[in-house]
Every structure is written in structure tokens, then in C-alpha cells.
């Protein structure tokens, strides 16, 4: 048998080159700062291949890659891979989210510092030969007994606050997944809310995905909830802060100043507004993960888990597939994906902050092997509130655990409307909210949200609206969507009579707009609205 080939196309640690050579049965071709046009001759004698950022894996690459089984990606960012290709091709793409959790912790907090204590204009000043004047001009602020809020609590957010209680700060969270029990480890205080969480604090840092529910989560409302005089740090990722009202609260003296790591578009203009100011700012340009120590260790992580997979199979850190033999596969069947669309109806309508999944399993289904189901149903719950490749099939019982939330599976012999029935429950203290689904021919649908009866496929956009259950509410809904130029795929209501309340799940041509969500839960009588795209 021929030996497993591997292009490192970018650079990495040279101990990672070596634990790849090393391996028995691998051999490495270490060709750096390839053209594309090279790469695309090239990558069809490959196994495997480990980037960084600068190679892009294309989907016409992947075309071409008729051998490749494996895309190693030496850090956290998969931008520079096409992931659905990647998936279409049957290529595993694996990422490194632990290497860098340091050295971004220690680079966001080094911006917190270098802002409250003028660090970067100081340093400017006294370079301009005005040292009596920068002495003069920036005076610092004290983190000493300051109030922190860390929007994301995952592993970075999380070594943040470790380093600010020792600069004895006292430090509030949010994270929709994090449990009070985790959080009294922590020695963190809980916020319900982002708004809560931001009230009176003076210092907040951001340390969460970007995504369509946290684009400018710091926007003119949020930052007004500061106290006055605060600071503003986000390492994480661009467009988190809305940065003309960030500009606005800084000029307006509300905001003392910021420390980005980030932009919204980088590389940022030469005259963004921001970089005019004259005090407590801090700007680096997306350095966060880059020390020797980062580098070595997603190096040598990446070429670890490329060996492992073309040594034993075993998968770590896969971000699109994972492995499924096929009977696992033909027994499950469609009871994966109905699992992952009830993960992330949860995620969406479930409370926040819960202590535990439960996924129970009725009728014949009970008696298969569901594990991976399980584990189906927690990744999609956790995506929602993780980045890009920071939960995965593989990883997701340990995020959950990190963050306190138990996953509970049961097997129930009662008898059900249906011959199979998988259920899903979040649940926080007394609060629960459950979903179940089932397959109805080969169509997997949900066909229950919190008790109220529906059937819905587990396809398009979705738009789940809760209302008190009298005439009128229905028929606004629709002529709303009528005027936004929505188009109904299809339609399922349910009505609980004793409770008054009805749910609509309304399926989609596209998703609303943010703006169209705001003017549906306007309607008097709608109490929630939520757009869900499976």
C-alpha cells in the first residue's frame, strides 16, 4: 500500500513537520507560498494538507483534490476554506481552537491596560520629544476594583477573567450557556442579558462568535449602559461593535476610549474615525493569536490530529462531518438531521443559562444505538453561541461541560402518536421547553414545540411566532409578510385553549430582515418572534 501523502502548504512549527514525518506510512511535502495555479496542478497527489491562513482551499481546489481526505487548519479561523465544498467532497476539515486560547487572552487584556494607562499615545508623545506634555495630558484610569463585563464565556473570555480578579476587578458574565454552578467556580457573577451584564460596568471585553445575532451587540443603547468613563476592548472578531456609535459615546465623553484588536472591515481605512482620537485607545492589527507560542503549539496540534486521522481514523476538531460507518449511518438514517434542527429550535426559544439536554427517545428508535444523536442535538445547540469551529460533533460533550450543562438521554416504552418520537428538553431550574420530531415517510418534521402540536419540515427559513390566542393576530402576521414581499411555503399553528397563547411556525422563502422581526413582535398580542434558518 502506497503511503499517505501530505502538502504543508503554508508555514507551521518545525516540530509539527516533524511528528508528520515521523509517523509511519505518511510522507510530507513542505512547499510554502504556492500560486494558486500551482496548488491546483499539484493538490490532486495528496491525502491531506495543513494551512494556515494564506492558502485559500477553494472549492475548485477541492475539485481537484480527488485524493484529499483531510484539511488541517493551524488555528481557529476557516475562512480560507470552503467548507460546504469540503463537506460535498467528503474532505474532513479540522481546526486548532485551544492552541491560541493564551495568547489572545493575554493580548485582549494587554489592550485593556495599554487604553486605561495611554500607553500607545504616551509612547507617541514622548517619542515626539513632548515628554512634559504627554506627562501632562494622559493621566490613566485605575482596573483596581473596577467592574468588568465579559460578553462570552468560552475558554478565552474565561482566562480573561482569571487574569482581571487578580487584578481585583470584579467580573460579571454573559453567555447563554453558561450555568450559575459553573459560574460560582468561576467566582463570576451571572448576568441574564447582555444589558444586564453591561449596566454599570466600566470595563467590557467581547469574546464571542459574530453572527447575525451579535453584530453590534455594542451598539448606541448598549454603550450608554456603561458607566461613564469606560473602556471598550474587543479581540474577538470585527463587526461586534458598532463603531460609529462607538465614535459617537467617545466624543460625547460617555465612552473614555477603546482597545481593538478588530475591525469591522479590515484592513481599516488610514482615516477611520476611531484612530483620530487622542487618548485611552489601544490598536493592533489582529495580532491576537500571534506569538511564537500559538504558532508552535497549532502547529504541532494540527499535524497531530492529520496524523491520527490518517493513521487510526480518529477525528478531533472536525468542523463539517464526522465519521460515520455505514451502519451507523443506515440505522440512524434521517434521525440525525431532525436532531440537529431540534438542537437549534432550542437554542433559539429554549431558556438561557440552562443545567441541562435531555434528549429521550420513544417507540422503536429507543432500542437503537443514539449516542450520536445525542451529540447531534448538543452541537447544534451550542453552535449558536460559539465561533466558527469551536464545537463540534467531536468536542461538543466537553464545551457543554465546560460550561456546566449537563446532556441527560433516556429511553421511554410508553406509547406515542407516533411509531418513533424524538424528543429534546431544555431545562433551567423549574423551566423547561422541549421540541420533538419525528419521520414521517422519509421526511424527518418537528412536530411539537412546548407542548403545542405542529408538523413542520426541517428545511428553509422558518418563523416561529408566539401570541395570545385571539382573532386578528394570524391574518397581521401574514399581511406584514405580504408587504415585506414574503412568500409562504408553508404553514402550521397550534393553540393551547386552556392557556390562551397559540404558536405559529410559518416556513419561508428567505428570512426576515431584522428590521421586518422588530415590526411582527410590534403586533400587538405577539409575544416572541423567531427566525430559524435549517
Known sequence: MDNFRVLVSDPISEKGVEALAAAPGIDVDVNTGLPPEELLKIIGDYDALVVRSQTKVTAEVLAAAKKLKAVGRAGVGVDNIDRQAATDHGVIVMN???????????????????CARNIAPAHAGVLAGDFKAARKAFQGIELNGKRLAVIGMGRIGTEFAKRAQAFNMEVVAFDPFLTESRARELKVTLAESPDAALKGADVVTLHVPLTDDTKHIMNADRLALMNPGAIVVNCARGGLIDEAAL?????SGHIAGCALDVFENEPPAADHPLFSLGKHVAFTPHLGASTNEAQENVGIEVAIQIRDFLSTGEIRNAINMPSLDAAALKALGSYLDLAGALGKVLAKLGPENPDSLRVSYHGDLASKDTGLVSRTALYRLLERSRPDGQVNLVNAPAVAKSMGLDLVESTINAQTEFSDLLVAELR???????VAGTIIGRSPRIV???????DVPIEGHLLIVRNDDRPGIVGAVGTLLGEFGQNIANFSLARDKAAKNAISVIELDAP????????IRQIPGVTSASGISL
Open 428 to 434: 433551567k431550574g423549574d423551566e423547561k421547553f422541549r
Open 96 to 114: 486548532t481552537p485551544t492552541g491560541n486560547t493564551i495568547s489572545t487572552a493575554e493580548h485582549a487584556f494587554t489592550l485593556m491596560l495599554s
Open 512 to 519: 426576515c430582515e431584522a428590521d421586518q422581526m422588530e415590526k
Open 448 to 454: 411539537e414545540i412546548n407542548r403545542l402540536f405542529v
Open 247 to 251: 465614535k459617537a459615546a467617545i466624543d
